[in-house]
């Protein structure tokens, strides 16, 4: 989070005495904008202020509330975040690469404060590189808030995340600790050293990725934040009384030197607070099952439309607890399963609703057994457990994205994943023997932080299916041990197609967070997104694309292993000869020895393959030497003076006879222009060219047809031509788009200046437009938008003579 670079001569009169002007944010009864308070909601900063500045940060006055000190062993006093020997230096951004670069004594040239985030971007955190290259130390931020509600704070809810933007490998005292203290003086608290401070263990946290390679980290990517989370209760926080939340971390190039950093701090004042009782036939939507004590009892709440209301689910029975739909719908007010220091169980049926946003604390369960749920998600603790069981009537049921601490999805049936999800504990799968169960995650990724595992996957009953762009991540450690992704690329039992990855334990610096996802089919090429271009290959392979991405690229070695059934293998596959195949640099590498499937039970094959440093796509083929008959560097289209000339590249070619150059006007249907002959089999780079001598004037697409010497063709990816005015010849004309929707462009090759008589015709003979324009740098619209669909027919008048061109609207 937090570090400091200091000069070898300290001055010490930049020691900081307490402010003159006190100020602190204010938890008020109402909102009041004028002095920043959001009434009795709650408190956040996020940092985003400190966006596109470099200037001396100063305590409470850059950011109101927000204190940043340090101190140095064997040197009195606190210092300015900023205080240096020499005088002040400024708050710098950091993408994390300051830490990057080290001094001739090996300490990191970065050691400073820092407000982190991507190169330009508005979203910050406020730390720094936790160095020094002076005396070891302690930084501290702090955040000071006071009561002037007028009514007693019960209970402070304090939430925050820990970033990591620079990895140091240090794990010494690579950690952020937390601690509060509380003030009745009228001078408050401005020092973040004197005084007693009470620790929060619950909210200290070491930083995530110190057994990554040496590098920058991106904070904001899951695997590098940890979100932390507690509340402090019984607290009883009187009016006019003051309470500052202190962050700390060690300044120590030897221990620490990581860059830590803290962001999205939220801090909520409980001041109204109900409890359930602890029965089973309770239905909480009913006022009376709830009470100012902490047993459920005394005075029940008025509504659940009151703001800034609390309300504790009691109890661990799993009975249906809610009669219809419980609304609580008070400004800031909210649910939470179970207490701090009392599990809960919330069920929530399929004829149950919940109109309002559910917490849920550690130990305790909330219970979904809903199609699609539309209770809001609140906090939800990393020792908690959300269940989602498969309601007996729905045909897929969906999983909300956020953050979970367990996620437990309870019983046969297809789930789909709403948004990306992070699980912090574990996941697993809980269904009848012999059934299956299946999360298709579209375009989100799933992704366990260091730590968490699965329970209940591993077999073809149990799938994640990346059916979409969205990927299940994991951590793979350098330890030797395998991380199973129990992937598939469709919702059934025979598309189980698993990946396990591994890294020595000799790589030193190795571990990171992988990314993985299969497709159906492999190809001769893919896109810059990983979209497999063409016709599918039918033979000596298996008909599957595994997608492995690394999250930091470099220092890694990894050991793959891919599994799949017969029934996903093409025709000539010989399992005797099976290898896997990377796709990289336009071309699949091939091998000069194939290592051979294996049986891995349960019907499956399996192939691995040892010092893996780079990724995506792989495959797993059959073929000497290349999967890819045609390996396409590149296709281009452009005019040149009259004619069209389209350019092409190959890396490689296997038995390739030739290729044939196709024209469309619609990007739909094409049709053949030319041909230009192959060279058969090559390993070295060959150049092609064609020239299209009788181009259209309007937008043209064209794109690669390349022929094997067995008949087997495979389709290039498209390039559009725009289209040309000039390229018309005089007094011809052309309207595109062609098919189109509603709205047409009049491209015409008379000389600028000359008036067009324009009048279009429906097919059934009716005029239906009529205008006159003259040729010049803007071309004229022809408006349609009302016209229903069809065929028209548009004759364009001059006073050289007339052309008509037929348009199709869609």
């Known amino acids: 989070m937090l570090q400091t670079y200091l000069r070898k001569t300290l001055w010490l009169g930049l020691c900081l005495s307490a402010l003159s002007t006190q100020a602190q944010y204010l938890f008020k009864s109402a909102p009041d904008a004028s002095v920043g308070s959001n009434g009795l909601g709650p408190y956040t900063q996020n ?48 993408d994390g690469s300051q830490g990057y670069s080290r001094d001739v004594n090996g300490n990191p040239n970065g050691a400073d404060w820092y407000h982190f985030g ?25 955040i000071r808030l006071k009561n002037t509600s007028g009514v007693v704070i019960k209970n402070l809810e304090i939430e925050y995340a820990m970033e990591q933007w620079y990895n140091s490998s240090q794990t010494q005292a690579a950690n952020v600790a937390v601690a509060y203290q509380r003030s009745t003086a009228t001078a408050g608290i401005t020092s973040l050293t004197s005084g007693t401070w009470t620790a929060i263990s619950a909210l200290n946290v070491a930083a995530p990725s110190t057994s990554t390679a040496i590098a920058p980290r991106d904070g904001n990517a899951d695997t590098n934040r940890r979100v932390m989370r507690t509340t402090l209760m019984g607290l009883n926080i009187a009016n006019n009384e003051e309470i500052m939340i202190r962050w700390s971390y060690t300044f120590n190039s030897t221990t620490n030197g990581n860059g830590l950093s803290i962001d999205d701090v939220v801090i909520t004042p409980q001041t109204n607070i109900y409890y359930s009782k602890n029965t089973a036939n309770s239905n909480l939507d009913s006022r009376n099952s709830w009470g100012l004590s902490a047993d459920g009892s005394g005075t029940v709440p008025p509504n659940f439309t ?42 929530v049926g399929p004829n149950d609703q919940i109109a309002g946003k559910v917490d849920i604390n550690p130990t305790s369960t909330l219970q979904i057994q809903q199609a699609n749920t539309n209770l809001t998600l609140g906090a939800v603790s990393s020792a908690s457990t959300v269940e989602y069981i498969f309601p007996s009537n729905a045909t897929t049921q969906r999983v909300q994205g956020g953050s979970y601490g367990a996620l437990k999805l309870t019983g046969a049936g297809n789930r789909t994943l709403a948004s990306s999800a992070l699980i912090n504990s574990w996941m697993s799968f809980d269904v009848p023997t012999n059934s299956f169960a299946s999360l298709s995650l579209g375009n989100n990724d799933l992704t366990l932080i260091k730590g968490a595992g699965f329970s209940g996957l591993g077999d073809q009953n149990t799938l994640i299916v990346t059916n979409g762009t969205g990927a299940l991540r994991q951590t793979v450690t350098n330890n030797g041990s395998n991380m199973l992704f129990p992937v598939a690329s469709t919702a059934a039992a025979t598309a189980y197609t698993p990946v396990t990855l591994s890294q020595p334990s000799s790589a030193s610096q190795s571990e990171d967070t992988y990314s993985v996802r299969v497709s159906e089919g492999v190809y001769h090429t893919y896109d810059s997104n990983e979209v497999g271009q063409g016709r599918a290959l039918t033979s000596d392979a298996v008909n599957k694309t595994w997608l492995v991405s690394e999250e930091v690229p470099g220092n890694s070695n990894v050991t793959m292993q891919l599994y799949w059934s017969t029934a996903h293998q093409t025709s000539t596959f010989t399992s005797s000869r099976a290898f896997i195949d990377h796709y990289t640099g336009g071309r699949w590498e091939g091998v000069s020895a194939f290592s051979g499937a294996a049986p891995a039970g349960a019907g499956l094959q399996s192939v691995g393959r040892a010092g893996i440093t780079s990724f995506s796509p792989f495959g797993v083929s059959t073929s000497q030497g290349q999967v890819l008959p045609v390996a396409l560097l590149s296709f281009t289209a452009k005019r040149t003076g009259d004619a069209v000339t389209c350019r092409w590249a190959t890396a490689q070619e296997q038995n390739n006879d030739r290729f044939e150059v196709e024209r469309s006007l619609d990007g739909r249907t094409f049709e053949g222009i030319g041909r230009v002959r192959g060279v058969g089999t090559s390993s070295q780079r060959h150049d092609y060219q064609f020239e299209d001598v009788r181009p259209v004037a309007q937008r043209a697409y064209y794109r690669l047809r390349q022929v094997d010497l067995d008949g087997t063709a495979t389709v290039s990816g498209i390039a559009v031509v725009e289209g040309c005015a000039k390229c018309a010849p005089a007094g011809s004309v052309a309207v595109v788009p062609n098919p189109g929707t509603g709205r047409f462009e009049l491209w015409s090759g008379a000389a600028e200046g000359t008036e067009l008589d324009v009048v279009v015709h429906a097919a059934t003979g009716a005029q239906v437009l009529r205008q006159r324009t003259v040729v010049g740098a803007q071309r004229p619209v022809l408006n349609l938008d009302a016209q229903p669909a069809g065929i028209y027919l548009v004759r364009v008048t001059s006073a050289t003579g007339s052309s008509t061109v037929r348009v199709v609207k869609q």
């Not at 005088?87 to 950091?94: E, I, K, Q």
């Not at 590189?129 to 070891?136: K, R, V």
């Open 47 to 94: 940092f985003d202020a400190l966006a596109g500045t470099n200037r001396v940060f100063t305590s409470n006055s850059t950011l109101k509330a927000v204190y940043a000190k340090y101190t140095l062993n064997g040197v009195s006093g606190e210092f300015e975040s900023g205080a240096r020997g020499t005088g002040a230096v400024t708050l710098r951004p950091d």
């Open 118 to 142: 991507e190169s330009g971007a508005t979203d910050r955190a406020f730390g720094g590189i936790a160095a020094t290259n002076t005396a070891p130390g302690v930084g501290y931020i702090g």
């Open 306 to 347: 009151t703001d800034n209301t609390v309300y504790y689910v009691r109890g661990t029975s799993n009975a249906d607890r809610i009669n219809g739909t419980w609304t609580v719908s008070g400004a800031n007010s909210k649910i939470i399963v179970g207490t701090p220091t009392e599990a809960a169980t919330l069920y």
